[in-house]
Every structure is written in structure tokens, then in C-alpha cells.
């Protein structure tokens, strides 16, 4: 056997040879000949990730005022302990009795609140909850006894809890919608494959419309693994234009459909749906003119209105695949990483999975979360000195 590197390859193969000569000639498999041209291609590829980590290394002072930043973390915690809220405690208590049938309620809805903040952000058990609770009541006189685990349990799902958002009024907003998994159980793969034949675990979506600029969530739907997100679309527009406008949206192609992209102009919404390939080159073309031609011959006004629905959409994928880099940044595209980092955040805050049960604990539980986020942001959102980054 003769020796061998990649060089020699190199120069073969620009001489025209093939791998199979190649191999012939120095006596060794084909297979070894293209395990040399795969190291090389990792080391080339190995050597400019490192040359592009040196160049886009970024320099954090620059971009984040730390002494507001770190201001902001320290709100946090204090937000978590924050006793002033129970102020009001017989007046909550007692609005919350009026007419009420059956047993009267002791403890407001503030302080079943505070309790199960603690809980989501250190991740305890309820149990372990009572426990804390036994301690803090000593600095709360108008808590006679400690709330019992159980009942926590119950007042969670009797929440009516809704969005909260912390920004200025906005009489114009650009948002990036996406959804994501949260997982209803811990169980690891292998105990399911192996006691429940395979059967997939189920979990539930969390759909959110975060604003481009504030980065605060303005819409989100919580719902089972079985609904589909090009479904919610419209859900998120109208929930968002509460707090403003929608000027423009992002989606992935997730949320393509012709009802989605005709939803977005009929709104006057500069709609960023990214489209799937369902059709390319010349089967795209012929499409395109077989509905134009139905649009003219069809006298009926729905059939018509559906047509240009599909003509819409084919348009739409016949840009995106003219020019991928021009159609993105027609829609400033690259900025929907924003709805991706919140579910980061998220994640990190709260972890990937719920603790509840049922489908009505769940989504309060899911919203609370979403509410403590906003508010952290709303701490942090200052010390940006540019708009660029995105890291709680």
C-alpha cells in the first residue's frame, strides 16, 4: 500500500481520475479514499467556523448596560417576595364571597398567585410549597393559617387569568408568531416504548405572537398536540391588535395557507409566511396559469374568490423560490429569531414541561408563566443598546 493523503487525491481527481482508479492505484478500498475526502471536508469546514467565530465574536459591553441589567435581575426576586400586595386582602376576599353559595373563600386570588409563582420558578412540589408557606405567613398578618397544598391545587384551576403586557401603548407593532411543545409528563422514552407499546407521549402547544421591538409576548393560545398552527393564525393577529396595529407578521411554514395569506391582505398586515415547496419550476409555472384561466372562465364569486386565494399563495412561492435571499429581506424575515428566543427564555425560566393536569390547570399554569415572563422583560428590555440580542 502506498501512501496516501488528501493532497494527492486532490491532484488525481483534478486530473479527471475517478475514486474507483484512485483506489486501484494505491491498493486500497474506496471507501478509504472518500474517508480522506470526509476528514478533509470536516477540517475545512471545522477551521472557517472558528475563523467566523473569531470575526462575529461579540463584545457584550457594547451592547448590554450592565448596571440596569443587572438592576433588572435583582426586580425579579424582588417581585417574587413582594408583600404590599396583600393590602387589600379583606376587600379581595370579600368581593370575591358576594354571592358566592357554599363555602366562603379565605384567601384571595393575590395570594394563591404569590404562592404559585414560588412554585414555578424553583420548581417545587405543592407540598414542599406548604412548607415555605408556613414560614412566610409569619410576615403576613392577614393570613390566619397556611393555605393547605390541595387547596393551591384547586384555586389554581379556578384562575381567570389573562395576558399581561408590559409595554408603552403601541399604535403600530411588527410580531413573529411560532408555537412550540411543552411536555405533560416527565416519563423518560424508554419507559414508554417499553410499557406502552410505543405509544407517543402527548403534550400541549403554546402559540405566541411576541412583538418585534418590545419583545413582550401580545398574544398567545394554549392548545392540544393536535391542533395545527396554521390554524391559530388568525387567533394571534386579532388577540395582538389589542395592544396596536399589526403593520407586518412572520411566520414559519408552519402557518402556510391560502386562508392565512388572504387573512394578512385583506387586514393590510405585510404578511412574512415563509412557503412550503409544494411545487417547483415548470409544475409551479403551469399552476399558476391554470388558475388564472379558471379565475376568467368561473362566473361564480365564490369559486372566484377561492381561486385567487390559491393564485395568491402559488404567487407567493413562485417569489420565495425566485430569489430565497430577496423575498427575506423584502419582509425583514431574519427577525423572526424573536418569537424563537422567547421560547428560549421561556425554557430556561420554567423548564419544557407542565406540572399540572388538567387541560383547564394547564393553561393557567402555561399563562402565569407567560406573565412572569413578560414582566422580567419588561426589567431587562432597557439595558439594550441594541436591538439585536436577545438574552432574557
Known amino acids: ?11 488525481l481527481i483534478q486530473k479527471g481520475k475517478k475514486i474507483s482508479e484512485i483506489a486501484k492505484e494505491y491498493k486500497v478500498t474506496r471507501q478509504a479514499v472518500y474517508a480522506h475526502l470526509s476528514k478533509a471536508k470536516k477540517a475545512k469546514k471545522r477551521k472557517k467556523s ?3 467565530s473569531i470575526i462575529q465574536k461579540r463584545n457584550y459591553n457594547a451592547l448590554i448596560d450592565w448596571k440596569v441589567y443587572n438592576n433588572g435581575l435583582i426586580k425579579r426576586g424582588e417581585i417574587l417576595l413582594d408583600f404590599d400586595i396583600f393590602k387589600n386582602w379583606e376587600k379581595e376576599v370579600s368581593a370575591m364571597n358576594k354571592n358566592k353559595v357554599g363555602a366562603r373563600y379565605q384567601y384571595p386570588d393575590s395570594f394563591i398567585l404569590f404562592l404559585l409563582r414560588l412554585k414555578i ?14 414560614k412566610l405567613i409569619v410576615f403576613i398578618p392577614q393570613a390566619k393559617k397556611s393555605a393547605n397544598y390541595s387547596t393551591l391545587q384547586r384555586r389554581l ?12 401603548e403601541q399604535i403600530q407593532q411588527e410580531i413573529a408568531g411560532d408555537a412550540s411543545g411543552l411536555k405533560t409528563s416527565n416519563r423518560g422514552e424508554y419507559r414508554m416504548s417499553k410499557y406502552r407499546n410505543g405509544v407517543k407521549k402527548r403534550y400541549v402547544k403554546l402559540h405566541i405572537a411576541v412583538n418585534i421591538k418590545t419583545r413582550q409576548v401580545v398574544s398567545n393560545i394554549i392548545t392540544g398536540d393536535e391542533v395545527s398552527d396554521n390554524t391559530q393564525l388568525k387567533k394571534l393577529i386579532k388577540e395582538a391588535e389589542r395592544s396596536g396595529k399589526v403593520v407586518k407578521g412572520l411566520f414559519d411554514s408552519g402557518y402556510d395557507s391560502k386562508e392565512n395569506y388572504w387573512f394578512l391582505k385583506e387586514r393590510n398586515i405585510l404578511g412574512g409566511i415563509k412557503p412550503r415547496a409544494t411545487l417547483r419550476g415548470e409544475r409551479l409555472a403551469d399552476e399558476i396559469a391554470n388558475v388564472k384561466r379558471e379565475i376568467q372562465r ?15 399563495r402559488l404567487k407567493e412561492m413562485k417569489e420565495y423560490q425566485s430569489n430565497e435571499k430577496k423575498w ?37 399554569e402555561v399563562q402565569l408563566k407567560v406573565n412572569l415572563m413578560n414582566q422580567f422583560t419588561s426589567f431587562l428590555i432597557k439595558a439594550y443598546k441594541t436591538n439585536n440580542i436577545d438574552t432574557g
Open 157 to 168: 384551576k379556578k384562575l381567570k387569568l389573562n395576558l399581561e403586557i408590559y409595554q408603552e
Open 50 to 52: 472558528k475563523q467566523n
Open 328 to 364: 427575506k429581506s423584502k419582509y425583514g424575515y431574519g427577525l423572526r429569531w424573536r418569537s424563537e428566543g422567547r421560547y428560549s427564555v421561556f425554557k430556561r425560566l420554567f423548564g419544557e414541561n407542565v406540572f399540572s393536569k388538567g387541560m383547564g390547570s394547564i393553561k393557567n
Open 1 to 11: 500500500m502506498y501512501a496516501l493523503n488528501i493532497e494527492k487525491i486532490n491532484a
Open 121 to 134: 420558578m424553583f420548581q417545587i412540589d405543592y407540598r414542599t410549597l406548604q412548607g415555605i408557606e408556613n
Open 298 to 312: 368561473s362566473k361564480k364569486s365564490k369559486k372566484i374568490i377561492e381561486l385567487e386565494k390559491r393564485l395568491l
